[in-house]
C-alpha cells in the first residue's frame, strides 16, 4: 500500500516562495513518475507539473512554467514543488500523486495516477 503524505503548504503573500514536499512509503519510489496536481474552489483539479521516475524530465502546466519547480529525492523517496512569484491565482489545494506505470515517462492525465496524497492547502494573498 502506497502512501503519500504532503507537507509545506501554508498562506504567503504575493510575489512569495513556498517548497511543498511529498514523502512517499510502500513501493519501490524510484520506479514511477510523480505529478502534482491542484484545486482551487469549486474548480476541476488541474494538472502543475511531472517528473519521471529518475528525474531526468519534467513538464510543467503553461500556468506555471519558469515559477515552479519540480524535483525528487529517490533516496529519501520524497517529491518537491518549488513554487516562486507566487500569485492569488495560485490559491489552492495541492496533492501529489503516483503513477500507476513503472518507469513511465510521466503523464499529465490523472486518470494514470493510481495513489494520492491527502493535499495542502496553499494560500495566496494579494
Known amino acids: 500500500q502506497v502512501q503519500l503524505v504532503e507537507s509545506g503548504g501554508g498562506l504567503v503573500q504575493a510575489g512569495g516562495s513556498l517548497r511543498l514536499s511529498c514523502a512517499a512509503s510502500?513501493?519501490?519510489?524510484?520506479?514511477?513518475?510523480m505529478g502534482w496536481f491542484r484545486q482551487a474552489p469549486g474548480k476541476e483539479r488541474k494538472f502543475v507539473a511531472a517528473?519521471?521516475?529518475?528525474?531526468?524530465?519534467?513538464y510543467y502546466a503553461d500556468s506555471v512554467k519558469g515559477r515552479f519547480t519540480i524535483s525528487r529525492d529517490n533516496a529519501k523517496r520524497t517529491v518537491y514543488l518549488l513554487m516562486n512569484s507566487l500569485k492569488p491565482e495560485d490559491t489552492a489545494v495541492y496533492y501529489c500523486?503516483?503513477?500507476?506505470?513503472?518507469?513511465?515517462?510521466?503523464?499529465?492525465?490523472?486518470?494514470?495516477?493510481?495513489?494520492w496524497g491527502q493535499g495542502t492547502q496553499v494560500t495566496v494573498s494579494s
Open positions: 500523486a503516483q503513477d500507476h506505470r513503472p518507469y513511465a515517462y510521466y503523464s499529465v492525465h490523472d486518470q494514470d495516477y493510481d495513489y
Open positions: 510502500g513501493r519501490t519510489f524510484s520506479s514511477y513518475a
Open positions: 517528473i519521471n521516475w529518475s528525474g531526468s524530465s519534467t
